[in-house]
């Protein structure tokens, strides 16, 4: 099965997380580029203000890469005042060709609980995803998120098997 990790990131957090699970699986890597926001207070404010009004910004990937080439994608995207960063929001609604299988990573500050997130991308896709899992803040700086990522890494073959 072909995959892609596609991820968004503001901060750094998930680009990390990122970078680790395309390494565990020997996959290609693409960042979601979003030149709207900026790391940085104005920036944040920027970002908080778009997702409570669901403003979509302009997105590229890097590298170009297509979905179409791809069995399955596992996305990433920082939770953004509880939902699905907007540009990840964006790649959701605008990138053509995803595919069947999709799992999902969310990176978190701590804060609430990320159904919010899991149902936006569930609502874009029309279809569940594959897997998903929630890191957060001190799930990272503890060096130890208690299995959590490992857990999703390695099941993720095994869950897209169950999605058909
Ligand atoms: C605009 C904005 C809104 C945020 N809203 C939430 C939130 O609702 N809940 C939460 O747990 N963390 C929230 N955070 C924290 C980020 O989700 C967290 O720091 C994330 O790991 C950042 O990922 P990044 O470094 O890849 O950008 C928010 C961060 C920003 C910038």
Redesign the pocket.
Known sequence: MTTLVLY????????SVARNIAQALDTDLATIRCARYRPGVLG?AL??FD?LRGHLPEITLEPEVSLEDYDRVVLGS?????YL?TPVRAALSNLAGWPRHVALFV??????EPDKALNQAESALSHPLDAQCRL??SDLDSASDGGVLDRFVAGLDQAATAQG
Request: hydrophobic content about 25%; glycine content about 20%; charged content about 0%.
């Open positions: 968004y990131s503001l901060s750094g957090t998930t680009q944040y970002a908080g997702s920082p939770i953004w005042t509880s960063a990176t978190a500050g701590g804060q609430g957060t803040q």
